[in-house]
């Protein structure tokens, strides 16, 4: 919960001018002591009661290198977001780890979706069972074995 400034005036005064510790202070004005600490702390460095502004324009660092990094992956769709992130730094000096440049990619409509390894093998069956096609299919079977978990009946 945010805290108005008149709050913060008071527990700063109190502190300041009045002499309470910053615990008595906050115990007194019901507020938590880190906040109290905080509160203080900030007007000794710089004079300031009021609270920091929030939210606003968060831009990413990524823009400024968006061309390049488009060109990178145009050149290189293979790279992992870490090699992406390694050759950023190298290149450009700019620290950036795998969810930030996800969040990049993603809003330039670009994803890293992983791919099979391999394409299914058309000239040769890649299962014993596949055989020909067409052709007869041999399963081997043992006799009085089962898959089954329930037991069977017995042979006699």
Do not use: Y
């Not at 008071?10 to 507020?31: C, T």
């Not at 299919?137 to 006799?143: E, I, N």
């Amino acid at each position: 919960m945010a805290h108005g400034e008149a709050l913060r005036i008071r527990v700063v005064k109190a502190v300041v001018e009045d002499g309470l510790s910053r615990n008595e202070a906050a115990r007194i004005f019901r507020v938590g002591i880190a906040s109290a600490i905080r509160w203080v702390k900030a007007f000794e460095e710089t004079q300031r009661t009021a609270a920091l502004p929030t939210g606003g324009d968060r831009r990413s660092v990524l823009k400024p290198h968006r061309d390049w990094l488009l060109e990178l992956r145009r050149n290189e769709n293979d790279l992992t977001l870490d090699a992406i992130a390694e050759r950023l730094r190298r290149r450009h000096g700019v620290e950036a780890d795998k969810s930030m440049l996800s969040r990049f990619f993603a809003s330039e409509g670009i994803s890293f979706k992983k791919k099979p390894c391999t394409p299914a093998n058309r000239i040769v069956p890649t299962s014993l069972s596949a055989g020909k096609r067409g052709g007869p299919h041999k399963t081997a079977s043992v006799a009085g074995s089962s898959s089954s978990t329930r037991p069977g009946r017995r042979r006699q």
